[in-house]
């Protein structure tokens, strides 16, 4: 049985930083990445890293945000800089193998 265990979420003024962790049990993902879905929103694609490290990023969060993982660890994680307003979503966490696995997602807010 696969779990998703995230973590780090919370308020955070604009400006801020918040480093988010999803750590995986089981079998090692080809690809890892996080998502994020605002009240009236779809779920959009955030960042995603492959098991080598190669990593991509929405426009809207490049520069500011940085995805990372450790393999050792199964674990990985989601570094956000310079938060903004419209960054304040539900993020989760996402395992790609020959299945999704998703995680029950953490709660960001980026608020004055």
């Known amino acids: 049985q696969v779990q998703l265990v995230e973590s780090g979420g919370g308020l955070v003024q604009p400006g801020g930083s918040l480093r988010l962790s999803c750590a995986a049990s089981?079998?090692?993902?080809?690809?890892m990445g996080w998502y994020r879905q605002a009240p009236g929103s779809q779920r959009e694609l955030v960042a995603g890293?492959?098991?080598?490290?190669?990593?991509n990023y929405a426009d809207s969060v490049k520069g500011r945000f940085t995805i990372s993982r450790d393999n050792a660890k199964n674990t990985v994680y989601l570094q956000m800089n310079n938060l903004k307003p419209e960054d304040t979503a539900v993020y989760y966490c996402?395992?790609?193998?020959?299945?999704?696995?998703w995680g029950q997602g953490t709660q960001v807010t980026v608020s004055s």
């Open positions: 890293i492959s098991r080598g490290g190669s990593a």
């Open positions: 996402v395992a790609r193998g020959i299945l999704d696995y």
């Open positions: 089981g079998t090692i993902f080809s690809i």
